[in-house]
């Protein structure tokens, strides 16, 4: 069985059957479970803290002692409507219940979530490249405790002795249910990224993947190319790094697909990704809801946020990045698919951009700037009417893309003029009879690479180019413009043809 990557009806990732030639494609819905950035637990005093000693931060209420009652932290609501609706999603009256399961992590063997009801629904999720994924929900819950198994493979089957740390029992989630739109592991990375700057934005959530506030499932089936049913999900739990996902979501259609091949039916369970051996294994058969056992939790009332609130909220939301990069596009004048706007965004870059802009430099240029030459340590301080400077000196042929390169790091670094940098480091615009001169010279040098150069095909002629670019470059220690040697080359070109 081989994995291809074809852009059947827009970027679907493809497992093609080396025996029979089918071709299936993989669908993709991801549930994301966020740890909200409160100061204390969902429904007690508890501080809500990463780190601290194990079973320290607990109390009666959050180890469901008898007696206990819940009393709902106000700042969850605010934080789970926040996150809602930057999601785009309608909040709605909601009601908790009781998901009843046992596991040695719940200390109350229930957890409380919402079921029928929850707070935010029927939203999306753009991501960059313009592709729409829809949220079914985002509902708040009560996080579990943390198990861990000493030695054999770090799981419960033989393990020689299990511990359990309930300070994370009753932290404050948010579960974000996205609908099965994704239909490429690329596509799923790229949902958390996006997302995971959405909680960051908002303030909803650290979004740490490796502390556990930020934790993805993801529901993987395959059905053949052209079908509209879906197939039988997996859910392959608790994937901590974007890299997991990728190769879990790849590897787990491969699976299934192998499975149908042979005649085989896809079980519905859940499965966990082993990193090490790069494979899903089988957990336990999924549950359907009915097996949970929901029922409204009787220690707290129907939660009902007010119009005013809700619209509260909307007035204090901050840019959040797709609108962000919609700003940028239309000021640099370039499609807001452009890579150089969403490497702006992340960077945190692009309000430095539109002031650049804004100060007269180049839009398209700024932003190669931005994407090739810039981080976000200390760029930020740059200031937009330099910026735009440097750009409009290397426009206007005084300065090389090359030498604009080393201006900009020194200006970051000093916080300088580009023309005072410029004049320290000896950078002048080269006289165009003497680049032609070193041009004519390297000619002469290379008459065969030359005469391949002038004859050969596109991939050739482009292989050449380089090499004749590399050599001027050197010889006039970087100082040429790349622009102009490009055209020169070509010139000379014509002239031998």
Known sequence: MTLTHEPIEGEHFIVVSETTGESWEIVVGLEVHCELATVTKLFCGCPNMFGDEP???????????????????????????????????????????????????????????????????????????????????????????????????????????????????????VEIVGRPHIRHPEQAKTYIDELRAILLTTGASDAKMEEGSLRVDANVSVRRVGDTALGTRCEVKNLNSLRSLGRAIEYEARRQVDLLETGERIKQETRHWDEGAGRTRAGRSKEEAQDYRYFQEPDLVPLAPSAEWIAAIDAAMPPLPAARRD???????????????????????????????AAGGDGKRVLTHVEHNLSGDGATDLNPATFAQLVSLELGGQLTATQAKTVLAEMVTSGRAPDVIAAELGFEAMDSSELEGIVDGLIAESPDEWADFCTGDDKKRGKLQGFFTGKIMKATKGQADGKAVAALLESRRAESL
């Not at 991501?127 to 819950?141: C, M, S």
């Not at 890579?339 to 539109?354: E, F, G, H, M």
Request: charged content about 20%.
């Open 327 to 357: 700003a940028l596009a239309s000021s640099a004048g370039v499609a807001v698919t452009e890579t150089s706007v969403v490497i702006a965004v992340q960077r945190d870059l692009d309000q430095l951009a539109l002031a650049t802009i």
């Open 55 to 173: 079973n320290t931060n607990v109390c009666p209420v959050c180890l469901g002692l008898p007696g206990s009652l819940p009393v709902l932290n106000h700042n969850v609501v605010e934080l789970a409507i926040r996150l809602g609706r930057a999601l785009h999603c309608t909040v709605e009256p909601s009601v908790f219940a009781r998901k009843n399961y046992f596991y040695p992590d719940m200390p109350k063997d229930y957890q409380v979530s919402q079921f029928d009801k929850p707070i935010n629904v029927d939203g999306w999720l753009d991501l960059p490249d313009g592709t729409r994924v829809g949220i079914e929900r985002a509902h708040i819950e009560e996080d579990t405790g943390k198990n861990t198994h000493a030695g054999g493979s770090g799981r419960i089957h033989g393990a020689d002795y299990s511990l359990v740390d309930y300070n994370r029992a009753g932290v404050p989630l």
